[in-house]
């Protein structure tokens, strides 16, 4: 298989950038750029932004299925190990990868990963069992349900500003967002570069066996975990609990929710300088 590949750039030690569901790679470009200094960045997309990709499957699927691109794109085209930074599900994939070819990792970065406390973890797992039939998850049901098509880049950031998912990103990353998210149909407009059925695919799709997946990871391979200060997704009991499991990882936070990459990028963006510079240029 060919897999594509996106490359932002930079010099140094190799970085790849693994995007939250739903989120292009252009919104990440704040910290991208700062780090490009003094590393390489590179990105094997999820298949949500494969050109041509089409539909998604008909039934959720796992999260292995981005991991196992993830290793078959480094494998193809990366020259050397990577740390892999992964936003949300990106973070998951990640570690998920670390597990399948743990020779291609040198450092994990997990930002907000997608590792729910237990209990709802239970939850998704049972809905996910019964095909989301009686539960159907919600982020999905929204994804499926969102607006696709725009006239013009102008009407999409106006759509998208007051946006409750937005209202803490300045003006700057909301259009880098919708310089990635769209792209020109064939006569004219714009639509989702990243489809709301591949968004809905991949909520659906949730790792639900990610704490068993945690025990397995290799002691000797660096982490970092942060998570946001106000984040529901990798909140307190979920750092308590995943300190216990990698009590070797790197866990603090920085002041935001769930997407405080894209609202926060300069803190973010030094959280990664200080650590990488510990761990990967030291």
């Known amino acids: 298989m060919d897999y594509p590949l996106l490359t932002p750039g930079g010099a140094g030690p190799l970085l790849h950038w693994a995007p939250a569901n739903g989120f292009p790679l252009t919104t990440y470009r704040p910290i991208i750029d700062g780090l490009a200094n003094r590393y390489r960045s590179l990105t094997v997309p999820p298949r949500a932004l494969w050109p041509d990709i089409g539909q998604p499957p008909d039934r959720p699927g796992t999260w292995w299925e981005l991991a196992e691109d993830l290793v078959g794109g480094l494998r193809q085209h990366a020259t050397e190990p990577v740390v892999a930074i992964g936003h949300s599900s990106g973070g998951v994939a990640s570690l998920l990868a670390t597990l399948l070819d743990r020779s291609l990792f040198r450092g994990l970065v997990l930002l907000d990963p997608t590792i729910l406390a237990p209990r709802i973890l239970d939850q998704f797992r049972a809905a996910k069992a019964d095909g989301w039939q009686v539960s159907r998850h919600p982020f999905a049901f929204r994804a499926r349900e969102r607006r696709s098509e725009f006239a013009s880049y102008e009407e999409a950031f106006a759509f998208w500003r007051d946006k409750a998912l937005f209202r803490d990103w300045s003006d700057d990353a909301l259009r880098l967002y919708v310089e990635g998210i769209l792209r ?45 200060s106000t984040s529901d997704v990798f909140g307190p009991e979920s750092t308590d609990k995943f300190r216990d499991l990698v009590p070797w990882a790197t866990v603090t936070t920085v002041q935001g929710g769930h997407l405080f990459p894209q609202s926060a990028p300069e803190a973010t963006f030094r959280v990664l300088e200080a650590w990488l510079q510990r761990t990967v240029t030291r």
Do not use: H, M
């Open 184 to 228: 020109p149909l064939p006569r004219r407009g714009y639509t989702l570069a990243w489809s709301g059925a591949w968004e809905a695919y991949y909520f659906e799709s949730i790792q639900t066996e990610i704490w068993s997946d945690l025990t397995r990871l290799d002691p000797s391979l660096p982490i970092l975990a942060v998570g946001g």
